[in-house]
T-cell receptor, first 116, second 111 residues
Framework: GAVVSQHPSRVICKSGTSVKIECRSL??????MFWYRQFPKKSLMLMAT?????????EQGVEKDKFLINHASLTLSTLTVTSAHPEDSSFYIC????????????FGPGTRLLVL | QKEVEQNSGPLSVPEGAIASLNCTYS??????FFWYRQYSGKSPELIMF????GDKEDGRFTAQLNKASQYVSLLIRDSQPSDSATYLC???????????FGTGTRLQVFP
């Protein structure tokens, strides 16, 4: 099946620092990846759609200068949380589409971010 | 704006019973429907998807789609405590690649 990995699985950082999260498709090439955020006991919130070789499309209310997304290859997308603050502490999950035109999303295991 | 609605639950069923999870959607043009399971503290995992009206079975799971009434259901037969999780319904977001997720129904299967 389609395997998506994320690294790191959890990270603790100090307020004001930047954190990079990697999302990789391990056994397929993903032209499109998605980044979600989920607060405890809340529903998934789509942050942005990441397309290989082009700028990410951000959802309304998501600051693109704070959440930098780079999709430089067909197997890797990165999310950088810049100048992180405690309110950015959350569960960040990426997903990928198996092939162009497919609607099925396969999720990575998620990254738990804690900003002190 | 497409909407997907689910009862947040929790839905409590005894072990061995059938759990029935329901989802309604607003866009009559939706063609495909997805069910994901999310355990507490974990990311969602795909259970199944359905495109055609009627039932689709996969092991203990059956997805039921009724396009006329705009609802899709997930039945879990012989429910096990390990089925206790939040179940998310999703439909494609129209002209984009994204999925529109419901808020999820929390299922509790008690021994």
């Amino acid at each position: 099946g389609a395997v998506v990995s994320q690294h790191p699985s959890r990270v603790i950082c100090k307020s004001g620092t930047s954190v990079k999260i990697e999302c990789r498709s391990l056994d397929f090439q993903a032209t499109t990846m998605f980044w979600y955020r989920q607060f405890p006991k809340k529903s998934l919130m789509l942050m942005a759609t990441s397309n290989e070789g082009s700028k990410a499309t951000y959802e309304q209310g998501v600051e693109k200068d704070k959440f930098l997304i780079n999709h430089a290859s067909l197997t890797l997308s990165t999310l950088t949380v810049t100048s992180a603050h405690p309110e950015d502490s959350s569960f960040y999950i990426c997903s990928a589409i198996l092939r162009w035109g497919s609607e099925t999303q396969y999720f990575g295991p998620g990254t738990r971010l804690l900003v002190l | 704006q497409k909407e997907v609605e689910q009862n947040s639950g929790p839905l409590s069923v005894p072990e061995g019973a059938i759990a029935s999870l329901n989802c309604t959607y607003s866009d009559r043009g939706s063609q495909s429907f997805f069910w994901y399971r999310q355990y507490s503290g974990k990311s969602p995992e795909l259970i199944m998807f359905i495109y055609s009206n009627g039932d689709k079975e996969d092991g203990r799971f059956t997805a039921q789609l009724n396009k006329a009434s705009q609802y899709v259901s997930l039945l879990i037969r012989d429910s096990q405590p390990s089925d206790s999780a939040t179940y998310l319904c999703a439909v494609p977001g129209g002209n984009t690649d994204k999925l529109i997720f419901g808020t999820g129904t929390r299922l509790q299967v008690f021994p």
